[in-house]
């Protein structure tokens, strides 16, 4: 790491000026986003993207975001956008919400994974904005993270695993969302989601009056299936420790289940919403937030996911949450976090 920007309680953004800079010149940087933090570099430079793979051990497979800052750049890098495809990001940029559009040639290979589509978003982020406005061009970004472990949502969680792999952090405090955004793409005029997050299947019906969920956000993928989106196929936000996910809509049968698996394992820690904490006495317990505040569940819960490993517990018990709403997305990231292991009563 050459150079650490402190934003954190500062919003004096003239540093991001030289960090534009960097981009520009082919580097690589840390940059925090609301959903979570990107690790970014310019998105129509072959080499400087090929750095993001190498960085993060991310497969040339799957396809990269690109950021930007106005419709100006959209024109750049899209073409035959639909009407529906306008009203959408109309309605929900800047935020956190990306839409997979028919991409221009500028745009190298090796963000696309040679696919025809290119994913956008437009960050509502003030200092992302700033930085990809004064690095005049799309910032590619995957979540700031290893390959398979949980997205990192603040500085300190990544420093270990990344700072020596880039130019440049510019420290923006913890991310206000905490997952991902919700990835869009329009198949014969019906807006489906391929990612889930902070913008709701309920949000997108409002705007265009339809949305579907692609059938692989929950189910497990079978060997030989195609995906529309690549990122679906990998292993994700994974503890080393074995873990299970665990919902019932009937509160005292969840409580029940985690009582009854933890009691079948030597060292179990349980990560119970802060309701049901005291249910579990004389247990390891982390708590993850309250069922009745799903934006502070997701804020919390890769930190969460990644405080686990420090423990080295034998089994690690999720309690989940209603599967409405932000409840989507937050189960979405469990169910990868446990591989599938997931049990509903
Ligand atoms: O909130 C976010 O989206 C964060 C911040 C940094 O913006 N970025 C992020 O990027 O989560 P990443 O690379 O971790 O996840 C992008 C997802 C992957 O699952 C990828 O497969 C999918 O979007 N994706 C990208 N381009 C695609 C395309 N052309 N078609 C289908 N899926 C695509
Ligand atoms: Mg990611």
């Not at 580097?27 to 993207?49: K, R, S």
């Not at 929950?218 to 503890?239: R, T």
């Not at 969840?254 to 079948?264: A, D, F, P, Q």
């Not at 089994?315 to 209603?322: A, L, T």
């Amino acid at each position: 790491m050459k150079k650490y920007i402190d934003l954190k309680s500062s919003n004096d953004y003239s540093d991001l000026q030289e960090a534009g800079q960097i981009i520009r010149s082919g580097g690589l940087i840390l940059f925090p986003t609301e959903t979570v933090y990107g690790l970014g570099a310019n998105g129509l430079d072959e080499v400087a993207v090929k750095k993001i793979f190498e960085a993060k051990g991310r497969s040339s497979d799957n396809p990269l975001i690109l950021h930007i800052s106005d419709k100006e750049m959209l024109n750049d890098i899209a073409t035959d956008i639909s009407e529906i495809e306008h009203k959408l990001m109309d309605a929900f940029w800047p935020g956190p919400f990306t839409i997979i559009l028919n991409r221009k040639p500028v745009v190298p290979n090796i963000v696309t994974a040679s696919l025809d589509t290119v994913g956008i978003r437009m960050p509502s982020n003030e200092i992302a904005n700033k930085l990809i406005a004064y690095s005049g061009v799309p910032i590619a970004a995957p979540s700031a993270n290893i390959s398979g472990k949980p997205s990192g949502t603040n500085i300190s969680d990544i420093f270990d695993e990344l700072s020596d792999k880039v130019d440049c952090i510019i420290d923006g405090g913890s991310t206000d969302v905490g997952l991902e955004s919700t990835v869009v793409k329009v198949i014969d005029g019906v807006p489906t989601i391929l990612r889930p997050g902070k913008i709701t299947p309920e949000d997108i019906k409002i705007v265009v009056g339809q949305v579907k969920i692609d059938k692989h956000v929950f189910s497990k993928l079978e060997d030989g299936e195609k995906v529309l989106s690549p990122g679906m196929k990998y292993k994700h936000y994974a503890p080393n420790s074995k873990c299970v996910l665990v919902y019932s809509d009937n509160n005292d049968l969840l409580i029940n289940k985690v009582n009854e698996i933890s009691s079948s394992y030597k060292t179990p820690l349980i990560l119970s919403t802060t309701e049901n904490v005291s249910k579990y006495e004389n247990k390891l317990v982390i708590d993850i937030g309250s069922k009745y505040n799903l934006d502070e569940i997701a804020q919390n819960i890769f930190t969460d996911l990644r405080k686990v490993d420090k423990f080295k517990p034998d089994i690690v018990i999720i309690e989940g949450v209603k599967q409405e709403g932000l409840g989507l997305a937050i189960m979405n990231r469990l169910v990868r976090a446990c591989s599938h292991n997931y049990i509903e009563i």
